[in-house]
């Protein structure tokens, strides 16, 4: 148990429609980040951010984008999705921005 | 892109027997994480190493780094069912070290 909590755990979307999942981390956790998870492989780094202001990204398109909010949750959003979307998502967590994370279950995107 | 590898793709032993299995990575670092994933679920901090550090041990797990090579290990010793799992290194570069890169992960599993 991480006290990294995602929602929801399984999603199903069109192709071309938006989606936003949700992570809360642990209390004093400023520091948030996401991953995407395409299946048999490792997590892709999305985007980082840091006392609510985007401090990294990967090589994502705009499309994804990110809020963080003060009580220690945050939201991933992808408009315009595409099959290749479908994926696990991850939230991981951490106190500053460097060290061990804490992961989250994870949501699963399916795009259809 | 993945900076790490890890090798082999995948791991069959028997309870009781130990499992090593190897990452390579390609920058500089300024430490290097190693985690857990059971059945496509979130990850599992084991244990950090930090690039001055050789080599580092938590309860059955043993991590060994050599930075001169660019390459980590991690051996579980006295394996058990509840050992099977993907297992993933994962680089903090040290121009972007908030950015962890995950390697593909290694696949174990445990026969009892």
């Known amino acids: 148990e991480t006290g990294v909590t995602q929602s929801p755990t399984h999603l199903i979307k069109t192709r071309g429609q938006q989606v936003t999942l949700r992570c809360s981390s642990q209390?004093?956790?400023?520091?948030v980040s996401w991953y995407q998870q395409a299946l048999g492989q490792g997590p892709q780094f999305i985007f980082q951010?840091?006392?609510?202001?985007?401090?990294g990204r990967g090589n994502f398109p705009p499309r994804f984008s990110g809020l963080q909010f003060p009580n220690y949750s945050s939201e991933l959003n992808v408009n315009a999705l595409e099959l290749d979307d479908s994926a696990l998502y991850l939230c991981?967590?951490?106190?500053?921005?460097?060290?061990?994370?804490?992961f989250g279950q994870g949501t699963r995107l399916t795009v259809v | 892109s993945q900076q790490g590898e890890e090798d082999p793709q995948a791991l069959s032993i028997q309870e009781g027997e130990n499992a090593t299995m190897n990452c390579s990575y390609k920058t500089s670092i300024n430490n290097l994480q190693w985690y857990r994933q059971n059945s496509g679920r979130g990850l599992v901090h084991l244990i950090l190493?930090?690039?001055?550090?050789r080599e580092k041990h938590s309860g059955r797990l043993r991590v060994t780094l050599d930075t001169s090579k660019k390459s980590s290990s991690l051996l579980i010793t006295a394996s058990r069912a509840a050992d099977t799992a993907s297992y993933f290194c994962?680089?903090?570069?040290?121009?972007?070290?908030?950015?962890?890169?995950f390697g593909a992960g290694t696949t174990v599993t445990v026969r009892a």
């Open positions: 209390s004093g956790h400023n520091t």
């Open positions: 190493i930090r690039s001055n550090e």
């Open positions: 991981a967590s951490r106190t500053g921005t460097v060290g061990e994370a804490f």
């Open positions: 951010y840091y006392r609510e202001e985007e401090n």
């Open positions: 994962a680089t903090a570069p040290r121009s972007n070290d908030y950015k962890l890169s």
